[in-house]
């Protein structure tokens, strides 16, 4: 007797890491931009960068959650789950370096931590969506897309 086949992960875990990886990679782009325009004299840009900063740690944490759904119910990889943690021990000691003024500790870990969420979003975005469930049985079919590369080919007669 053969045992059942393995329900397939669903998908929504890991739209929900690509949509916070995406808003984090846009955060970071408009801290260094922010940062950017303080360095050239805009200095009413700094409390815009403060801001920026907040709400980028805000996403950190709901990233945090969301790397654990894509482990957990999502049976997904580890990686997301640790690289987010790192990256949010990361954010609170460069908000904590930022409040202290250690510019060269700051500017340092900013140009690490926007790497970090660059390498996040491209590895978020590389992993492989689970297929969405076909009721072919219920007379529904597909909406006549074509099949995923490396899935059997079905031909009509």
Partial sequence: ???PPAASAPR???ILLRISTAALALLALLQ???AGSFLDGTYDSLKGHEGAAMALATVVVLQLAVAALVLR???GPRWPL???ALLALAVV???GAGY???VSAHVTLGVLLVSGILFGLVGAWRLPLPARAVLRDSGQDDGGRLPRPGGPLEVNR
Wanted: positive net charge.
């Fill in 100 to 102: 202290a003024r250690a």
């Fill in 12 to 14: 929504w875990p890991l």
């Fill in 93 to 95: 000691g460069q908000i």
């Fill in 32 to 34: 260094t931009m922010l």
């Fill in 82 to 84: 640790w690289t987010t």
């Fill in 73 to 75: 119910p999502g049976r």
């Fill in 1 to 3: 007797m053969s045992s």
